[in-house]
Structure formats: structure tokens, C-alpha cells
């Protein structure tokens, strides 16, 4: 049960924004962090990388354990969107 709250509460956000504020409360203010103890550190992933993930977790052909968390995150996010998320990311 402490698992479904949890998950509740990390995914609510995706559910309404996907602006990159949303993305700060897992990946941190500077996307530093590894997200719930299992992420890459986005920071550190190229402008392509970035791009490449986030569109995985849209289309499903990407990612593990997080999985249905990111893909609502991005299910609604074009192409043109990612792109310049990833850039905004790499400021």
C-alpha cells in the first residue's frame, strides 16, 4: 500500500504539467539527481540522449522500473516539444 501512495504522489504532478518544473521534483532543480534512486543523471546525458529517452517513454520502447511513470510524463509531448526540452535541459 505505501508503494501505490507513493507512486500516487510522484505521478499526480505528470498528470497536469509537463513543463520541466514537473520533472525538477524527481531529477532535482538542476536535473542532478538520479530519480527515485534508479535514473540516469539527465545533466549528464547529451542533447540527443535526452531526446532519444524521452520519446522512448512516449512511444513505450524504452526504460524499466519507471517506466509508466515517464511515459505519463511525455505521452502528450510532440516531437518539437522534446527537442526543446532536452535544449532547455542543456542550458
Known amino acids: 500500500m505505501k508503494k501505490i501512495l507513493t507512486l500516487i504522489l510522484v505521478t ?7 513543463n520541466l ?3 525538477t521534483g524527481c531529477h532535482g532543480s538542476n536535473f542532478e539527481k538520479v530519480a527515485l534512486g534508479t535514473s540516469k543523471v539527465v545533466k549528464d546525458m547529451s542533447i ?3 531526446e532519444s529517452t524521452l520519446k522512448g ?23 518539437k516539444d522534446i527537442e526543446e526540452m532536452a535544449k532547455e535541459i542543456k542550458k
Do not use: H, Q, W
Not at 499526480?12 to 509537463?18: A, D, I, N, Q, V
Open 48 to 50: 540527443t540522449e535526452i
Open 21 to 23: 518544473n514537473s520533472c
Open 57 to 79: 517513454y512516449r512511444d513505450r520502447t524504452y526504460g524499466r522500473a519507471m517506466k509508466s511513470i515517464m511515459k505519463k510524463a511525455v505521452i502528450s509531448l510532440t516531437d
Open 12 to 18: 499526480t504532478p505528470f498528470l497536469f504539467s509537463t
